[in-house]
């Protein structure tokens, strides 16, 4: 009966503050079930991206350029592989001609501004209109819906907290989060102390779904007290942010007793994917964005490895084109066994970043993008751990960075959970790799593992 009470407050809630979410989910779920199959999935996205790209056009001095310089007329589209004319668009690009994405902001009085933490190593800022925020949100109801998911189940999340405070209690719960039935840990600190208050409170609540970074949830797993009862099973995991290693899945899987679902996502171009109960890849949202995978031309490719680039579909704040996530991936047009159809993910190769371990205290790379996220004039960044107390950190920098606050407020993150951690500022230009190979913005050496 309580299961059915908090899922009858958190729709009430969400009906009252944000109802639109509800109809996003569902159009959502049914693109992924269309009668006509893949044919009718790429006939329907077809459509959207000429709308998308039309306006993208109308409302960026630098969009409607770039489709000059190439002659490319969104309106006459025939077939999705025509996009292929047009360049990958970086977060360099977006820098240089940031007046013409800032125009087209103004036109978007109720948007969503929002920073990237920057796991490429390069933070970015960029908002959303408020319709793609709340698809965003839908979407995600829809994505969790592939592991039984139904909102108001209890769910504990990891993650999202920055390395910059330590919390005085070690889950937050707000107005909202009581109203969603969801506790939210910091996935920054996961020393042993803080481990076992996680276990404490995780055996008391016993939450149906653990989400978040699956480095943080492995070291929970990976650190469960030997004392504790093994009868907590969550219905399932519900992993993000990060590339699930198959190391990682085997930890969570075997000590929790329960399957993980991972996800796949950015809102900076509005791409995500989500796996079902197959477990044979990720399920492609196209209500939002269009992705493909590309090769070293631009050219669009399937059914082998490629580059992610995504086109958002309904951000009308900041339209991303082609925008190059920093992936690499392999994208399939077929049926799954689960009833779906549409373009599935069958391998994510993203970036590998390593977990720090300073002293006691254990920081997945999640946790330290919301740090330098919040940095000023950061181009990138590169962490690397040369020793078991030391770290060096290289910035790639705009002329008004702002050092003395920076290095300050990154040794005041690090110290606070590592008093004894000593760090070196390094500025330096960071360019990223041009063979396909993974960008890792955080590195833990052998010489830092004795």
């Known amino acids: 009966m309580r299961g059915q009470f908090m899922q009858a407050v958190a729709y009430a809630s969400t009906l009252l503050t944000r109802r639109e979410v509800f109809a996003y989910r569902d159009e959502?779920?049914?693109?992924?079930?269309?009668?006509?199959?893949?044919?009718?999935?790429?006939?329907?996205?077809?459509?959207?991206?000429?709308?998308?790209?039309?306006?993208a056009r109308s409302s960026n001095a630098y969009y409607a350029g770039v489709f000059?310089?190439?002659?490319?007329?969104?309106?006459?589209?025939?077939?999705?592989?025509?996009?292929?004319?047009?360049?990958?668009?970086?977060?360099?690009?977006?820098?240089?001609h940031r007046s013409d994405f800032e125009a087209c902001e103004s036109m978007n009085s109720h948007r969503v501004e929002i920073t990237t933490g920057g796991s490429t190593g390069q933070p970015l800022k960029f908002s959303m209109s408020r319709d793609d925020y709340l698809r965003s949100v839908g979407i995600q109801m829809a994505g969790w819906h592939l592991a039984g998911y139904v909102l108001g189940d209890r769910v504990a999340v990891f993650g999202g907290a920055s390395i910059a405070e330590r919390d005085v209690v070690p889950w937050r719960v707000s107005p909202s989060d009581l109203a969603l039935n969801r506790r939210q840990f910091s996935a920054a600190d996961m020393d042993d102390d803080r481990?076992?208050?996680?276990?404490?409170?995780?055996?008391?609540?016993?939450?149906?779904?653990?989400?978040?970074?699956?480095?943080?949830?492995?070291?929970?797993?990976?650190?469960?007290?030997?004392?504790?009862?093994?009868?907590?099973?969550?219905?399932?995991?519900?992993?993000?942010?990060?590339?699930?290693?198959?190391?990682?899945?085997?930890?969570?899987?075997?000590?929790?007793?329960?399957?993980?679902?991972?996800g796949w996502g950015l809102n900076d171009g509005g791409a995500s994917a989500y796996e079902c109960t197959e477990h044979v890849g990720m399920h492609v949202d196209m209500t939002r964005a269009y992705v493909e995978t590309v090769d070293d031309a631009g050219r669009s490719v399937w059914d082998m490895p490629g580059r992610v680039v995504v086109t958002s579909l309904t951000n009308k704040a900041f339209p991303f084109v082609r925008y190059d996530t920093g992936d690499m991936g392999v994208l399939t047009w077929r049926d799954c066994k689960c009833g779906r159809t549409g373009?599935?993910?069958?391998?994510?190769?993203?970036?590998?970043?390593?977990?720090?371990?300073?002293?006691?205290?254990?920081?997945?790379?999640?946790?330290?993008?919301?740090?330098?996220?919040?940095?000023?004039?950061?181009?990138?960044?590169?962490?690397?751990?040369?020793?078991?107390?030391?770290?060096?950190?290289?910035?790639?920098?705009?002329?008004?960075?702002?050092?003395?606050?920076?290095?300050?407020?990154?040794?005041?993150?690090?110290?606070s959970r590592c008093p004894a951690v000593s760090i070196a500022f390094v500025y330096a230009a960071l360019p990223l790799p041009t063979d396909g190979s993974k960008w890792r913005s955080v590195v833990v050496l052998d010489s830092a593992r004795r």
């Open 343 to 415: 373009l599935m993910l069958t391998q994510i190769l993203g970036r590998s970043n390593d977990t720090l371990k300073l002293g006691d205290a254990r920081i997945s790379p999640s946790s330290t993008t919301v740090l330098f996220g919040r940095l000023e004039h950061l181009r990138r960044y590169h962490i690397v751990q040369d020793a078991p107390l030391h770290i060096t950190v290289t910035f790639d920098t705009e002329e008004s960075f702002d050092k003395r606050a920076s290095e300050e407020a990154v040794t005041r993150s690090f110290v």
């Open 68 to 96: 000059a310089s190439v002659g490319f007329d969104p309106l006459t589209m025939r077939g999705l592989e025509e996009i292929s004319v047009l360049p990958i668009m970086t977060k360099d690009d977006i820098r240089r």
């Open 28 to 55: 959502a779920l049914q693109n992924w079930t269309l009668p006509g199959g893949v044919e009718e999935a790429q006939a329907t996205v077809l459509a959207k991206l000429r709308v998308a790209l039309d306006y």
């Open 195 to 262: 481990v076992g208050q996680y276990w404490d409170y995780i055996e008391r609540w016993r939450p149906a779904y653990l989400r978040g970074y699956p480095t943080a949830i492995a070291e929970l797993c990976r650190h469960r007290p030997a004392a504790r009862s093994r009868q907590y099973r969550p219905q399932a995991v519900l992993t993000t942010s990060e590339m699930l290693t198959e190391s990682d899945r085997h930890i969570i899987e075997t000590t929790l007793g329960a399957p993980v679902f991972d």
